[in-house]
């Protein structure tokens, strides 16, 4: 059975920094891309960011460029994605979500954490 | 990076069919045959129900069927259940990037 478990969310202040995790089972990790998705409270789905099996390709939503990084780590199954320069604006639901084989071509999510909630604010 | 445009709501009757819609530009849904369609109910994780357009993942019912006509893509589902009422979002790649409709919330009557 896929399992995606977030964990790293909290309440943090504008400007400061947050790292998310997502500990992926049941399923050969690192045969395919992987995704955060966003979603503010009460309002819809954002795609933030993917990245391919083997990290070679990697993309970002224009509103996160700049400030978030994602990255994986194969051997131990975990996708992470490191959150810089937080605004209030990011105050979302952050999951992780599985992806194609391969890369990160094409939206397909297929399997979805629960999420972890992150707020911005002082 | 803009969001693809979808009806904020959509109504039905249980038996009777639906249809939602998505539109983006040449350069999402019209220029990709990767446009995936989402079931979202209140405080669960999204489930992919339709994706490459058309193709429905195992253990989704066939009551549900999605299409594409130039920059327009479409979700139907027929024979509405009561357990179908739930927002939905239609997802296209972009070439860099992915973007999400703003969703649209099916009411069965």
């Known amino acids: 059975e896929v399992q995606l478990v977030e964990s790293g969310g909290g309440l943090v202040q504008p400007g400061r920094s947050l790292r998310l995790s997502c500990a992926a089972s049941?399923?050969?990790?690192?045969?395919?891309?992987m995704h955060w998705v966003r979603q503010a409270p009460g309002k819809g789905l954002e795609w933030v960011s993917g990245?391919?099996?083997?990290?070679?390709?990697?993309g970002y939503a224009d509103s996160v460029k700049g400030r978030f990084t994602i990255s994986r780590d194969n051997a131990k199954n975990s996708l992470y994605l490191q959150m810089n320069s937080l605004r209030a604006e990011d105050t979302a639901l952050y999951y992780c979500?599985?992806?194609?084989?391969?890369?990160?071509?094409?939206?397909?999510?297929?399997?979805w954490g629960q999420g972890t909630l992150v707020t911005v604010s002082s | 990076q803009s969001a693809l445009t979808q009806p904020r709501s959509v109504s039905g009757s249980p038996g009777q069919s639906v249809t939602i819609s998505c539109t983006g530009t040449?350069?999402?849904?019209?220029?990709?045959?990767?446009v995936s369609w989402y079931q979202q109910h209140p405080g669960k994780a999204p489930k992919l129900m339709i994706y490459?357009?058309?193709k429905r993942p195992s253990g989704v019912p066939d009551r549900f069927s999605g299409s594409k006509s130039g920059n327009t893509a479409s979700l139907t589902i027929s024979g509405l259940q009561a357990e179908d009422e739930a927002d939905y979002y239609c997802c296209s790649y972009a070439g860099s990037y992915t973007v999400f409709g703003g969703g649209t919330k099916l009411t069965v009557l």
């Open positions: 490459d357009v058309s």
């Open positions: 040449s350069s999402d849904v019209g220029g990709y045959n990767y």
């Open positions: 049941g399923f050969t990790f690192d045969d395919y891309a």
């Open positions: 990245i391919s099996w083997n990290s070679g390709s990697i």
């Open positions: 979500a599985k992806g194609r084989p391969g890369g990160i071509s094409g939206s397909l999510f297929d399997y």
